[in-house]
């Protein structure tokens, strides 16, 4: 099964762009051929976090998560005790999980 970065970069058209958004698997690794990206001006963009401004857009999130108009529990994977940490990395490794909470 193609990845889905896989899929859109094979569906990019002439002065195309894919963003990724999120983290991958480790180890995930992907086949781009350069001649065709320069030949159809396709872009690859890389956004951390949806290039936030922590500063700002933060306190404004958790504002809008205390008024009950962002759902941030529906993101969390799971929840792991500290003593479980090892678990937690080991299941964002195999591609398990996107999102661990970490209680101590």
Excluded: H, W
């Excluded at 894919?18 to 990206?37: F, H, K, Q, R, Y």
């Excluded at 290039?51 to 404004?60: C, E, G, M």
């Excluded at 929840?79 to 909470?101: M, Q, S």
């Amino acid at each position: 099964m193609k990845s889905a970065f896989d899929s859109s970069y094979g569906m990019l058209g002439k002065g195309g762009s894919v963003v990724l958004v999120g983290m991958p698997a480790s180890g995930v690794m992907s086949e781009i051929d350069p001649g065709t990206m320069a030949a159809y001006s396709q872009n690859i963009l890389g956004s951390k976090m949806g290039s936030a401004r922590i500063q700002v857009d933060i306190p404004n999130l958790v504002d809008l998560y205390g008024q009950g108009r962002v759902k941030l529990d529906e993101l969390v994977t799971k929840t792991y005790p500290i003593e479980e940490i090892n678990e937690a990395i080991d299941a964002v490794k195999r591609g398990e999980a996107l999102r661990n909470v970490i209680v101590f």
